[in-house]
């Protein structure tokens, strides 16, 4: 009946997911058309509501299925996101101020992690680890903003990190970790469906920031219960967290605003090199594919094999990687 119940609720949250964001592509309004600019890598206007599916699926499948499911997080959780949604759909209707935005992220951030203790702490220096994790939580949400600038880049993303994360979760007998992030695949599949290239909707921000929040909570829980090592998320979401972190990096050195909008993400810059959006969409799922199997297949060896060589064996791979794209950039704008 379990079974029964979770498929069931995984199904309308796709459906309903794909409904609402049929339903914005068909009921275009200018006040939430996403009007492309120099930065852009789009060129005609693309509604930029699709959070609204991608959470009103979550939601309503939730719904059905919670009952059957013992509960993840906690109200201050659920408060956290009503936060980030709301200035989300504020700033996806009217722009908002870098501040008041990052302000608010913190505060979701701290509601999180103090309300549930929501990190892993060690002996030394204990009192900075709550700090380091509210730190964590709004890179993250950052994180997923910034590379929500292609068609079905975000969703596929999401797609494939957190159905990692739930088969991780099958493993272990985790059931209610696997039922929760099945739901953001769901959702994030149903909204696949129109953003795949070429794009008719886009995520916005209430959708990647919601996205981003859940990346960490999620692999965060996956800590807490015992389900993997601190670095397994990291791998798995490694083709993310890699571009953005490397490029803030560079621009931080540059002297750069980091805050204004750009187009100097690796994922962009190849766009503007001559490839297409699903050309470069494909590669990197196909990257993230690649981590989530290397740690599904280490999950499976069992705690006897030393998977610290495998975060090392990306670390290996992401610098030769990093280095080559340089080269091949620099070529191709020549």
Known sequence: M???????ALFVAFSVSAFCCWWIVQHKRDYWLDQPNDRSLHTVPVPRLGGVGIWSGVVVGGIIGVQGFSPLINIYCLVSVMLLLLVAFIDDWKTLSSTVRLSVQILAAILAVFSSELYISWDIASWIW???WIFVFVWGINLYNFMDGMDGFAALMAAIGFSALAFLGCMQDQVSFLFFNGLI???????????????????GDSGSTILGFAMVLMSV?????????????LVIFSP????ATVTLVKRLYRHERIWQPHRQHYYQRWVLAGYSHRQVTIAYGLVMLLCSASVIAWQAMGSGYNGYVLPLVWVLFYAIVLVCSERLLKGRQR
């Not at 379990?2 to 069931?8: A, D, F, N, P, R």
């Not at 769901?186 to 129109?194: I, K, P, R, T, V």
């Not at 996956?222 to 397994?232: A, F, T």
């Open 185 to 203: 695949v769901a959702g994030s599949a149903g909204f696949l469906c129109f953003n795949f290239p070429p794009a008719r909707i886009f995520m």
């Open 2 to 8: 379990l079974l029964i119940t979770g498929v069931l």
């Open 221 to 233: 829980i996956g800590l807490k219960e015992d389900i993997y090592p601190i670095w397994v998320p």
């Open 240 to 243: 993310f967290w890699v571009d």
């Open 130 to 132: 709550p700090w380091v």
